[in-house]
């Protein structure tokens, strides 16, 4: 069959390239892609919420599956506009419907869902413009740090924690009055701050049953030691060392049975994904956050890992039938390390050359913010490229991937060289 993977990130050329192994394939197209998926697709130059050009692409491609990489179109309701049209609605869509996205969309509709199938969350309250002086009071209530969160869209950037009370005050006023993350944070969540480690958990569904994926953890903080601001993602290992059966049991029993139960329960339907942030505070695991897609660079650990045929599961999803799947992982870890552009994630140069791709061995190169010009590769974004590797732990992955990140380079490359320093 002929499929479109839509998105441009190191999340949908590690689905390009995993897709393109499978028989059932036929033709690969990606919209819009990168330097990285010209190389395994055909790159289509159309914007990932761009619902009418998608739909001519598809019909004049013949194309049977769209699998939806980023946020933005889900939460605009891709899937649903599928849905709606008589001349798309046989296509099958990995992504959740609108509604459903809403669990990302939306910070207060994801902790509504979570109290409401009693699912363990840190306590919250929800504040806007209008009653941001209750916002200084709920803040007064809570011990330090404190945990701002943009209710809508931030692109990954809307969760502050702050340890002096002021400083909270102010940002929340910021955030609230002053629009710092524009519609997004018209609405700002406070939360109680947990503290504890963080693991990544991804499900797939099709809307009635699951299979859990590998777990991961990603590295969000641009400096060594978690500090300085929050990227999109500066590396990640997978399997978590410390996820062991008895954790994994205590995370389906808790948290996965009842999210998917919850679904069901509250009518949402759902096709795809579901990323499950997590914390663990001594023993127990909280969600976080929920995504509804696949986690960058955490897909381009677990897709690694996963042996079976991807397409395959995904028709498997289309058909409601993935409980008759056997998800099949690869025993050995691996880690990504994410190269970035000098200055991110605030001010960045672009049109920087990459060189050294060809001479990268036993290794796996995904590229994300880098495109073909002039017969070159050269960055295009903040997160350029990831470098992943495995191993028969994650400190063995780790190291080969830093040996071969050795071989790369572009002018004021930076990456982090103390991933799985928490572990």
């Not at 913010?369 to 590797?389: F, L, W, Y």
């Not at 050795?406 to 982090?416: A, G, I, P, S, V």
Request: charged share 25%.
């Amino acid at each position: 069959m002929n499929i479109l993977i839509l998105g441009s990130g190191g999340r949908e050329h590690t689905f390009a390239w995993k897709m393109a192994q499978s028989p059932l394939c036929k033709q690969l197209f990606v919209a819009p892609g990168n330097s990285g998926t010209s190389q395994l697709a055909t790159n289509i130059d159309i914007k990932v919420t761009d619902f009418q050009s998608i739909k001519k692409l598809v019909l004049n491609e013949n194309i049977e599956m769209v699998v939806v990489g980023p946020e933005d179109p889900l939460v605009q309701g891709i899937h649903d506009f599928f849905l709606n049209d008589k001349d798309l609605n046989h296509v099958t869509v990995i992504g959740p419907q609108a509604n459903a996205a809403q669990l990302e969309g939306s910070k207060e509709f994801a902790k509504e869902f979570l109290i409401r199938h009693h699912i363990p969350t840190a306590a919250y309250k929800s504040f806007t413009k209008e009653n941001v002086e209750e916002g200084y009071l709920f803040l007064d209530t809570l011990s330090p740090p404190y945990v701002l969160k943009a209710n809508g869209l931030a692109a990954g950037k809307g969760v502050l924690i702050l340890n002096d009370l002021d400083e909270a005050k102010k940002e929340l006023k910021q955030m609230l009055v002053d629009a710092k993350f524009g519609d997004a944070s018209t609405k700002v969540v406070i939360e109680e701050f947990l503290d504890g480690i963080e693991l990544s958990c991804f499900v797939l569904t099709d809307g009635t049953d699951y299979k859990i994926l590998p777990t991961a953890k990603d590295y969000k903080r641009i400096g060594e030691g978690d500090t300085g601001l929050n990227t999109g993602g500066m590396g990640a290992i997978s399997p978590v060392p410390f996820a062991d059966k008895g954790l994994m049991t205590k995370i389906e029993e808790r948290i996965v049975k009842p999210t998917i139960l919850g679904l069901q329960k509250d009518n949402l339907p759902y096709k795809g994904f579901v990323f499950i942030g997590l914390i663990m505070v001594g023993n127990d695991p909280f969600v976080i956050e929920y995504n509804v897609r696949m986690g960058d660079p955490e897909t381009e650990v677990v897709l690694p890992r996963l042996k079976n045929d991807l397409v395959e599961i995904f028709q498997a999803i289309g058909n409601q039938n993935i409980k008759n799947i056997e998800i099949i992982i690869d025993d050995r870890s691996a880690a990504t390390v994410m190269l970035v552009s000098g200055g991110y994630p605030e001010v960045y140069e672009k049109g920087k050359e990459i060189t050294g791709i060809e001479s990268i061995s036993d290794a796996l190169v995904f590229h994300a913010g880098a495109k073909i010009e002039n017969n070159k590769v050269v960055t295009s974004g903040g997160r350029v490229m990831a470098i992943t590797s495995f191993g028969k732990d994650y400190k063995e992955a780790l190291r080969k991937t830093y040996q071969n990140i050795e071989k790369l380079h572009f002018d004021k490359m930076y990456y982090r060289k103390d991933l799985g320093f928490d572990l």
